[in-house]
């Protein structure tokens, strides 16, 4: 992503404006979504578990444990994390969190050889596996470690998507569909941080999110044309590359046939 600095941008200092290239269909963990959705849900969600190297500090774990024979993982969560309506992240609900991602259709197969999750403490919890599995930490440290209000979550289960409550540093304020998503400081996020606002803008072209850039209207672009990429690192933008490895899910389509699908 280019990036600008802040104090440029038509916005208060403590303030982020970030461009993207299209909307999210919605909040929710375990349903298929657009590609730019974590970049919503990063923002209101902390991760159960931080791996090391990512150099990202958003992490509810404060210890893990692996114990190979055993076939386990033991979490220590930090105490006092507390989520978006006031409601405390705790064992019990770190446990209810992995057991609800675990049934979702995309999610499923990065839990593929977990048995249980076992409570054994207030901020402790065991995930007991069916054979040794040394990609569940990096799972856990990504999109499958989201932690949300359990609380929050039944009591409007199906509004949830439009309105999420997590633990992270921003709290969800609004959101226009086609438009942008709005989110405010979390005052009681237990990290602290400095920026008031943070807002997502769609913007469907990518020549146009340049120029707002170059404008001062956003602070943050995410090119996929690396050319231009290069192009606003020629001009003097910082470049940053991802260093959290992503993925995505893709349907290839076979065109040279007069039927695709064939």
Known sequence: AAKQEASTAKSPDNDIVIALQAD?????????VTVFQP??????RDTSYLRRGYQRGSAACK????IRDGKAYTFVLNEGIKFHDGTELTADVCKWNIDTIAEGILI??????????EVTGNYT?????????STLPNALARECGYMISQSAYEANPEGFG??????GPFQFESWEHGVGMSFTKFADYWQGGHILMAEFVIYANQLVS???LQNG???????????????MASQGYPVYTMNVPQSCYTICINCVNDDPLN
């Open 217 to 231: 209207e956003v602070h943050i672009i995410s090119p996929l044309d690396f050319n231009m990429t290069n192009d």
């Open 24 to 32: 999210a269909t919605h909040l929710i963990r375990t349903f298929p």
């Open 63 to 66: 210890g893990v444990v692996r």
């Open 39 to 44: 970049d919503h849900q990063r923002n209101v």
């Open 108 to 117: 499923r197969p990065f839990f593929s050889n977990l048995e249980s999750v």
């Open 125 to 133: 919890v065991v995930l007991h596996l069916s054979k040794w599995d």
């Open 162 to 167: 439009e309105h999420p409550f997590g633990t």
């Open 210 to 212: 340049q120029a707002a």
